[in-house]
Nanobody, 124 residues
Framework: VQLQASGGGLVEAGGSLRLSCVAS????????IAWYRQAPGKQREFVAA????????YYADSVKGRFTISRDNAKNTVYLQMNSLKPEDTAAYYC??????????????????WGQGTQVTVSS
């Protein structure tokens, strides 16, 4: 089982990035997926989540209106489109997979699968 996150990079404030999380070895279409981020010296925090059907999405207040989570079950991929990036968005971003019931709780505990992280750096 593997979750492969990619798409991070260095961008100026106000810019955009799109992160991808590709899953293999799991029944992707039955899993809720969440994105988390962790800045140096800080705890990992919830960013966004999407139910397995893609019908419902959830966002942290800090990213609402700027980030969009979506999924393509045919490609086993979840995306996080990040617009209007701010320096405070700088962090390593991780995707995680589990049941819908867990991903909407916005907790870091209990996930069966985590990706390896992709670094996002936003310069001011």
């Amino acid at each position: 089982v593997q979750l492969q996150a990619s798409g991070g990079g260095l961008v100026e404030a106000g810019g955009s990035l799109r992160l991808s999380c590709v899953a293999s070895g799991i029944t992707f279409s039955s899993r809720g997926i969440a994105w988390y981020r962790q800045a140096p010296g800080k705890q990992r925090e919830f960013v966004a989540a999407i139910r397995w059907s893609g019908g419902s999405t959830y966002y942290a207040d800090s990213v609402k209106g700027r980030f969009t989570i979506s999924r393509d079950n045919a490609k086993n991929t979840v995306y996080l489109q990040m617009n209007s990036l701010k320096p405070e968005d700088t962090a390593a971003y991780y995707c995680a997979a589990d049941t819908d019931a867990l991903v909407i709780q916005r907790t870091t505990r209990g996930y069966e699968y985590w990706g390896q992280g992709t670094q996002v750096t936003v310069s001011s």
